[in-house]
Every structure is written in structure tokens, then in C-alpha cells.
């Protein structure tokens, strides 16, 4: 699996950082819900542009965003925003299975319970190991079942395209716009910068 990630991101990545070939960024009539943490109104908005097959963004979010909610989020210093950036096509399938019905609680759920179960490195002890499995989409299936998921509401998700246009309309702009190739990135107040200056470039803009 980690090869067809490779191949797919290598595509994406190529697409999203040349912004002089012309790249199709579907329209977004039906915009998702905005996933923040924090205060609208504070004066540092910090996005993260996810994909849920990317390691380094979920040891990110599991490991790392409590410490920053800690610092920031809870002082009322920063407002978080999660946006999908899908890096292969499963991620940005698991991305639309995760936005069924719009709501951003069960977004957080479903995403969350993606992530405790990566095990990409074979090295813990998972109750649902997706990643490694012979089909694992019947494993998330099963795994997201009590939060609403089944096989009847799946496919008629991905027919419908409007969640899918509403998370490459964003993930293709930040590529364009950003020239973002990378999975996870961040904007401080608008602004790219690598995930080991997020904490000086908030304090900076503090």
C-alpha cells in the first residue's frame, strides 16, 4: 500500500505545485463545514492541510495538536482549522466516507478512529489494521460502522461528487495558490510554513 500512496501522491503533488499548467479545481457549490478548534476571533488562524494516509499528519494530530491546544487554542490565542489534502486517491476517498452527512463531530470521529488504527509499520497492536489488510475496505467498513457507515451509503457518496469537489476545490487551491506539495502543511495567518516553524511563526504573529 505504501507504494500506491507514493505513486499517487508523486501525481497529485506534481499537479498542485505547478502553477503555470493548468490544473481543473472543481467548483465548490456545497461547501463543508468548517472544522476549527478554538476561537474564530482569535488573533492567529493556523490551517492544517491533512491527508489521512499521511503518517507524519496523523502523529501530528494525535501527538502533537494536544500540546498546541494546550499553548494556543485554549488561551484563546490561535484558531485551528483541519482541511483535507488528500495525497493518493484512498485518502481522498477515506475523506469523503468521513464527511457523510456533513457533520463535523462524526467527521472527527470517523477520522479519529482512522487514525489510532494506522499501523503502517506494523509495530502496535490495532483493533481494525486497514492499512495492512487484503481488503481494507470491508476492515473500515466494519471499524466505522457504529458512527453511521455502511456499504449502502458508501458508493452512493462517491456517485455524488459534491463532497469530493468541495475538499479538491480546497486541497487543489492550496496547491495552486500556496504552491503546497507536502502533506501536512500549515498557513499562519495566510502564510506557508513548515511544520518545524509553526510554533515560532505563531509566536510571531502573537
Known sequence: MGKVFAVFYLMIAANFAQSNVPVSIPANTSPLPVVGFGDPKA?????????????HCIDFKL???????KKYIDH????FILKDFPTDEFSL????????????????ERSHLIM????????KTVEFDWVNAENPTEVIEKMLAPTGISSSIIQP?????SIEDAILHDALTAGHDLKLNFAPGFT????????KDLDSAIDAAL
Open 188 to 195: 499562519v495567518n495566510g502564510k506557508l510554513v513548515e511544520i
Open 76 to 79: 484563546g490565542q490561535v484558531y
Open 116 to 123: 489510532v488504527n494506522f499501523n503502517l509499520e506494523k509495530n
Open 157 to 161: 457518496s462517491f456517485d455524488d461528487k
Open 43 to 55: 488573533p492567529v488562524t493556523v490551517v492544517m492541510y491533512h491527508s489521512l494516509t499521511c503518517h
Open 93 to 108: 476517498k477515506l475523506a469523503i466516507i468521513c464527511w457523510i452527512g456533513r457533520d463535523v463531530g462524526k467527521y472527527l
Open 63 to 69: 501527538n502533537q495538536l494536544p500540546v498546541l491546544q
